[in-house]
């Protein structure tokens, strides 16, 4: 998953840039390459100290997870890897260039939600539905992942009463598919 990085209004310069090759096959194919042939964050992240984007990728930040748990934040500034961390804050803020995190104000609400209520389907959703955005852009969907069982949970258009459940494995068995 993806999230924009509007906090500081800016594009983010790609650190080392310079070292970094364009993707022989084109940036388009990026992203088939990563979930073809990876199995963990580690490996992803290892991709991008080599390879990045000819084009744009330099406003938004990368969530990526694998099935031993671990979390991965990519974005134009760096990585970040969690092992063993109980959870990871990620809103509109360049975790990865250390940015204010008070630069976004959904960062303390979801911060204060985890650290006091625990990591819960039930704490998770609040955060969700006390950041959603209505207005000139509104929240199209949330998602809540469980990295150890491969659960998925999806509300759409800031319907926080009627979730979405689904597994990774039960998305895989429906073959090659875009949503």
Known sequence: DFNALVASGKAYVVTNRANKKSFPKGDHKIFDHILSNFETVQEVIDFFDEYWFDYGFNTAQMHVADKYGNFGIINATGSRLLTEAPFQVS???S???NEDSGSCWRFPIVTEIL???GTSLNSFTKACENTAQEGWTTTSYSNIQNLNTGEIILYY???YEHPYKTSVKELLAKGHRSY
């Open 95 to 97: 975790i990865c260039d």
């Open 91 to 93: 809103t509109n803020f």
């Open 115 to 117: 650290t006091n209520e």
């Open 157 to 159: 258009a800031l319907d």
